[in-house]
């Protein structure tokens, strides 16, 4: 064996699954959210939204059983990750994938749903307050923060109040509302300082930014679902701080597009699928003429923008497979050359 294969076999055998990978997910379960969303608007086939429900519930499945059992061949500690500066608040993702499969499910058998969001909330709550803990603490410096900052406290404290209600409890749901708007303003406040004060965040990274629009939508449905969906003039103001904060997603595409495609594009996902959402559960809500086919061209396009980067995503996995299998085809190949020469130069000798 080489020197180089040995360097990839060991980059191989001690790598755990980047907790990106979750965002897959979790952008599905936003797709579904969007055909969700659509159906109180649009006469569908209630077949359509639960299709893209499980499919999100089959990804998110196979996504943990993929960290778990790589996590016990490379006998690599999850804790590294949880406490890894740009990873460990995307593990948010986990529980808020489970309150929003757990707020679906409960529409057809209330109790399973009910076990999944109570689960899930719990999980989130546990998660998140040990996050802070370890902020609190100073484990964390400023130039670290991230969009993904705002998931374990904000993206999760609404989704679990959107959760808590569709299972009946109200009162635990404003709860976590008033959990999640607090750290909304100061997990906003501590990533703008970082984005003015520090050096500008890695390309890695960039797609996190994307993050920052989810709190507003998320949060809007949300106050629908504990107001009845009754337009109130904080629903007004979610809906006005949504819409800026998209045309300042908007001013950042000239940023996004000059960066070179990965798995952490997946980013994107879930803050467009939340802004669609949020918009079409408006359109139904201000009874805007025609709102059934704006809706239906909404959740058609949101699921054409995610599938297109999965399709991108495939296509570059199977890529990178390629080129593994090929570089490891010429590595053989030249290991088998030098031991053919080697042999050679020693039946010359004798």
């Known amino acids: 064996m080489t020197q180089a294969t040995a360097g990839r076999s060991a980059v191989t055998a001690t790598s755990r699954i980047p907790l990106n990978t979750l965002a897959v997910a979790l952008g599905v379960a936003g797709v579904a959210e969007t055909w969700s969303a659509a159906s109180a608007v649009v006469e569908l086939p209630p077949a359509v939204p639960q299709v893209f429900w499980g499919t999100a519930a089959v990804a998110m499945v196979w996504l943990i059983t993929a960290h778990v059992v790589r996590g016990i061949r490379v006998k690599s500690p999850l804790k590294d990750q949880l ?27 209330p109790v399973a749903g009910t076990v999944l969001v109570l689960v899930s909330l719990t999980a989130a709550s546990v998660f998140a307050g040990w996050l802070v ?3 609190t603490a100073g484990h964390i410096e400023l130039g670290a923060l991230h969009g993904g900052y705002l998931l374990p406290t904000v993206a999760g404290g609404f989704v679990a109040a959107s959760a808590a209600d569709a299972i009946g409890l109200r009162a635990l749901g404003w709860a976590a509302f008033g959990v999640a ?4 303003v100061v997990m906003t406040t501590l990533l703008i300082a970082r984005l003015i004060s520090r050096p500008p965040l890695p390309d890695a990274l960039v797609p996190t930014l994307a993050v920052v629009v989810a709190p507003p939508a998320v949060g809007g449905l949300a106050l629908f679902a504990l107001t009845d969906h009754v337009s109130t003039p904080l629903s007004l103001a979610f809906a006005g701080l949504t819409a800026i904060l998209a045309m300042a997603q908007i001013a950042l595409i000239p940023r996004y597009r000059r960066l070179s495609f990965t798995l952490g594009f997946w980013s994107f996902t879930f803050p467009v699928a939340a802004v669609v959402s949020y918009t079409i559960t408006w359109l139904g809500v201000g009874a805007v003429p025609g709102a059934e086919y704006i809706a239906l061209v909404l959740a058609v396009a949101t699921t054409v923008f995610v599938a297109w980067i999965g399709v991108r995503s495939l296509a570059g996995i199977l890529g990178a497979r390629a080129r593994r299998h090929e570089e490891a085809v010429l590595t053989d190949a030249d290991d088998a050359n030098a031991a053919m020469t080697h042999t050679g130069a020693l039946a010359a000798r004798q």
Do not use: E, K, Y
Not at 91 to 109: E, H, N, R
């Open 133 to 135: 803990s370890t902020w």
């Open 83 to 109: 406490r890894h500066p740009a990873q460990g608040p995307l593990a948010a993702i986990v529980p808020v994938i489970g309150m929003l499969l757990g707020s679906d499910l409960v529409t057809w058998s």
């Open 181 to 184: 708007s607090l750290f909304w």
